[in-house]
């Protein structure tokens, strides 16, 4: 059974940072490409960043780019998202996506493999 469990959000300052972790389990983890999405109040789901299997590769959004990276563990199954220069607008519950491909592609929104979220609440 594929398991993603996030972890690391909380309540930060704006221009604060936070670090996620997600953890998995259940299937090989150095196979697949991973993203992380956010759900703020009221909307949809949001694409965030992405990597490959070997973490070789990574994309962003236009919204975070220069302040998110994204980065992952296979020796410790882990996926990672350093966030720096956090914004109000950055408030949301972060989940991680397993893909089904080992290479990152942006035109695969099926986000259904995820996890239960952590919550990232930037304000003063």
């Known amino acids: 059974e594929v398991q993603l469990v996030e972890s690391g959000g909380g309540l930060v300052q704006p221009g604060g940072s936070l670090r996620l972790s997600c953890t998995t389990s259940?299937?090989?983890?150095?196979?697949?490409?991973m993203s992380w999405v956010r759900q703020a109040p009221g909307k949809g789901l949001e694409w965030v960043s992405g990597i490959d299997n070997d973490g070789r590769r990574t994309r962003y959004a236009d919204v975070v780019r220069g302040r998110f990276t994204i980065s992952r563990s296979n020796a410790a199954n882990t996926l990672y998202l350093q966030m720096n220069s956090l914004k109000p607008e950055d408030t949301a519950v972060y989940y991680c996506v397993k893909h089904i491909g080992s290479v990152f592609n942006p035109r695969d929104t099926n986000y259904s493999n995820r996890g239960q979220g952590t919550q990232v609440t930037v304000s003063s």
């Open positions: 259940g299937f090989s983890f150095r196979t697949y490409s």
